[in-house]
């Protein structure tokens, strides 16, 4: 009996394939964001909002997942940017697989923000490299202010929180402080913003946080070819 | 919830690995699986005895070595093992700590027969 020392990712296809297509936005400026949350948590309705917002000529695009139906595709697509459904058929979180199948039609040199909005669930899209840029993940007040201490996976990978539904604060035994604090027990250095999509508070804040880190993005690029 | 695939990847780079040396038998299959890699260890051997079960692979084991979160102080550069989601570095109080290890999810080494 001999021992073979290995050291390979488990998910060493997935991580392939997540590092191509970073390099793919990397060179074009793209800057690529994966929302993640539980179901009901609000990404579709802040997508919404986003794309409201945008500048008609905003290069953006969305590929969205869900186990079943191109409901979210359909509500998304009337801002008239590109979206695309990705159909898990089951599947609990997207991988870097799908993500580069659904690119495929598209243009990247026509796209300069990629947002992915991934299955609702706090648990598995933790572990799958898309290859964005950062996660992103949406904490609403209907929930426990303790999910970044049952879920840390996904909250330390994160980058940025958005705490959402924040118009319902009156109404609900939800403390914002404390779901910021025990997001920062996880994830000490996470940025926090708060919004309401419904009455539109803090949404600037958000478009302005995508805005400065698409600049980001594209100022790399740029020093890159250079 | 996603175990099974994890273990269907794992049983991929078994396979890949026994490729590469088509003579030996691999008999086990030693994984490193961190705090923070959001995989429950009692489901991946479920689901891993469960894709192994009744193929060539069999009795193949998975062994998994769990690997704690580890914070480092960027101020006074101590070391921690992080226990109740306190970041707070126990020597100088310092709150900002980084974590250094416990995202791991690799397969790490394989027993073989040859």
Not at chain 2, 79 to 84: K, N, P, S, V
Request: glycine share 6%; hydrophobic share 40%.
């Amino acid at each position: 009996m001999s021992r073979v020392e290995v050291e390979k990712k488990v998910l060493n296809e997935n991580q392939i394939l997540a590092e191509q297509l970073r390099e793919r936005y990397r060179e074009r400026g793209i800057l690529c964001v994966n929302l993640i949350s539980s179901p009901g948590s609000g990404k579709t309705l802040l997508l919404e909002k986003t794309l409201e917002r945008m500048d008609k000529g905003a290069r953006v695009a969305v590929l969205t997942g869900d186990l079943q139906t191109e409901n979210d595709a359909r509500r998304l697509a009337k801002f008239g940017f590109p979206v695309k459904q990705i159909v898990t058929g089951g599947t609990c979180h997207l991988d870097a697989k799908m993500i580069e199948k659904h690119l495929a039609a598209w243009r990247l040199e026509d796209i300069d923000l990629l947002i992915v909005e991934n299955v609702g669930n706090l648990v598995c899209p933790s572990s799958y490299d898309l290859g964005e840029d950062a996660k992103i993940v949406l904490l609403s007040t209907t929930e426990g202010e303790d999910k970044p201490l049952k879920y840390p996976s996904i909250f330390f990978k994160s980058e940025l929180m958005i705490l959402t539904k924040i118009d319902l604060l009156p109404y609900v035994p939800f403390s914002a402080a404390l779901a910021k604090e025990n997001a920062r027990r996880v994830h000490p250095q996470m940025e926090i913003l708060e919004v309401s999509s419904t009455t539109g508070e803090g949404v600037d804040r958000w478009m302005e946080w995508l805005r400065i880190r698409q600049q980001q993005a594209k100022s790399k690029a740029f020093a890159l070819r250079a | 919830m996603h175990e099974l695939g994890i273990a269907s990847s794992i049983l991929d780079c078994v396979q890949a690995e026994a490729r590469r040396h088509p003579k030996a038998h691999i008999t086990k299959v030693g994984v490193k699986i961190g705090e923070l890699a959001g995989v429950d260890v009692d489901c991946l051997q479920f689901g891993f005895e469960a894709i192994v079960k009744g193929t060539d692979w069999e009795p193949l084991v998975l062994e998994v070595e769990s690997v704690p979160r580890i914070q480092r102080c960027p101020q006074c550069r101590h070391e921690f093992r992080m226990t109740d989601f306190d970041p707070e570095c126990p020597q100088c109080g310092e709150f900002a700590t980084q974590c250094i290890s416990g995202e791991e999810l690799d397969v790490t080494y394989m027993e073989v027969d040859e």
